[in-house]
């Protein structure tokens, strides 16, 4: 493994956060119990969301929002080939077809809502946003789209924990909101996700097939709040444990405030690499306050992305790319349609470093490997 100066993501355990795992290890109970309703609580309260249901990854937090969104065989979800693979994935287990739309601009990677409305089909059910980057991009056109056209409206929210439009908090703009806290993400405890929903009815079926359509959960029978149950859907195990929801209300306390240095780190990146001409990606936008989780930039056409992203690893500075198109992978390639701008961007797209407790030095080696590698290399 090559040793980092600065690393793309990196993340901080506390004493406390520590202290809060082994005190959960320590009472005894390990599965879904009362760590996880009170971290469920604590993430409704804190997204102003009815009802949150933790789950074992954000990919299963998808595969439920696509369920209870009816989706199937014959129906067709629009979603940007511009996200993780999980976004697509989510909807083809149900056996429902993602189609692909461009997104917005080389600088607004997400879904345009002019190119989602001329994908849709008498098949589509469904759309869904991703937050990419913690950006709400169009995502008040996207519902107000989805409204309009009777279709349900999802939110892949992955990267926005915490981000927020108007004062409200992404992944309450769609029927449900799906979050990771995976171990590269803003709130990052290793594998974990969230389910939010306004909607009662929604609520009860995300909470049934959370746990294999069971009417009672392990914990309930342990209470003596049960002694028996019924299995009424088709559900999954997609249960989170104990100790990671111990850890997530941990860092859920500290979220505000890590994604308030990221946006430092966000708006010196910018100051820094402007004067280089350096495109930087995911403008800001009125009323949004951002969760930051990727800073990307874009190169100019025709430059060597390889070259520069080698120039950047030999002086200790580690980046990625968000995303290769999902429409370009062997498995959705059948049939993919033309995605001017999601291809050029996944071409021409560079992830630099970005978390909470970067430092300046840290950030500015960033910002002199840049302007060196776009100097020397043949970018
Ligand atoms: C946009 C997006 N959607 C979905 C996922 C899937 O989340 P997880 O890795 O927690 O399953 C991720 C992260 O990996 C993601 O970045």
Known sequence: MPAWKVPLADVIVTDDDLAAVTETYRSGWLSMGPRTEEFEQRFAAYTGAPHAFAVTNGTAALHLACMVAGLGPGDEAIVPSMTFVASANAIRYTGATAVFADVASL??????????????????KAIMAVDYGGHSGELA???????????VLLEDAAHAAGSRLGGRHLGTFGLVGAFSFFSNKNLAIGEGGMVITADDETAARLKLLRSHGMTTLTWDRHRGHASGYDVVDLGFNYRIDEPRAALASRRLERLDGENAARGRLDARYRE??????????????????SAHHLFAIVLDEGADRDAFRAALTERGVQTSVHYPPVHGFSIYADGAPELPLTESYGARAVTLPLFAHMTEQQQDLVVDAVGAALSTAAV
């Not at 056109?141 to 279709?151: C, E, N, P, Y």
């Open 141 to 151: 056109v996207l519902a107000d789209l989805a409204r309009d056209r009777g279709l």
């Open 107 to 124: 600088r607004e990677p997400w879904l345009s809502a002019e190119r989602v409305e001329a994908a849709i089909t008498p098949r589509t």
């Open 272 to 289: 820094r690499l402007q004067p280089l001409g350096v495109t930087c990606a995911l403008p800001a936008a009125e009323g949004l306050e």
